[in-house]
Nanobody
């Protein structure tokens, strides 16, 4: 199983970016998918996650600015980031709770990380 993230880059304060993360490989089912971030010198933190039924959960710092969504048919999760702030600068990691066989255990997988820089 692999998670491939894309969409990071440089944005100006107030700008927007959209991240994507596609899961591939031997997948039976995917439960929660999410995005975390890690800024320099800080611990990794949850940004947002979303259940297989589409229920989102957001960190207080991004509520009203970021939107998480997913396409279950494509095993893909998205993060639309609007009104970006310099403090959003971080490496963003996607994650997914995946079961590879029916009745098997569920494990968390992580993408490779994509850098988001917000600067003028």
């Amino acid at each position: 199983v692999q998670l491939q993230a894309s969409g990071g880059g440089l944005a100006q304060p107030g700008g927007s970016l959209r991240l994507s993360c596609a899961a591939s490989g031997s997948i039976f089912s995917i439960n929660v998918m999410g995005w975390h971030r890690q800024a320099p010198g800080k611990q990794r933190e949850l940004v947002a996650d979303i259940t297989s039924g589409g229920n989102p959960n957001y960190a207080d710092s991004v509520k009203g600015r970021f939107t998480i969504s997913r396409d279950n048919a494509k095993n893909t999760v998205y993060l639309q980031m609007n009104s970006l702030k310099p403090e959003d600068t971080a490496v963003y990691y996607c994650s997914a709770a995946i079961r590879t066989t029916s009745g098997g255990a569920e494990y968390y997988y992580w993408g490779q990380g994509t850098l988001v820089t917000v600067s003028s």
